[in-house]
């Protein structure tokens, strides 16, 4: 199990959900996912929240769906 630390968000990526994004090569991306763990200095969001994140500003972790971003990366919480 990881540990988020500082402004540190671990966050599950939604397998459902893919966004295109428009250049010449037309990568398809995940930037959405749950929050699963927040670091002490995270303030904007909790566990459970469902969040969209700057695509390039994602370190993978070893196990699957896995990303690590800080609270900078965040671009929006989705509701319902």
């Known amino acids: 199990?990881?540990?988020?630390?500082?402004d540190r968000i671990i966050?599950?990526?939604d397998e459902s959900e893919e966004r295109i994004l428009r250049l010449?090569?037309?990568h398809k991306i995940r930037n959405i996912g749950q929050v699963v763990q927040v670091g002490a200095k995270v303030d904007s969001v909790k566990?459970?929240?469902?969040v969209v994140f700057h695509p390039?500003?994602?370190?993978?972790?070893?196990?699957k769906n896995l990303v690590v971003v800080r609270e900078k990366s965040l671009?929006?919480?989705i509701t319902d």
Not at 1 to 6: G, L, R, S, T, V
Not at 56 to 63: A, K, T
């Open 47 to 50: 566990i459970g929240d469902k």
């Open 11 to 13: 966050i599950r990526l």
């Open 75 to 77: 671009l929006a919480t």
């Open 24 to 26: 010449p090569d037309l």
């Open 1 to 6: 199990m990881y540990k988020a630390i500082k």
């Open 56 to 63: 390039y500003d994602e370190i993978s972790l070893p196990e």
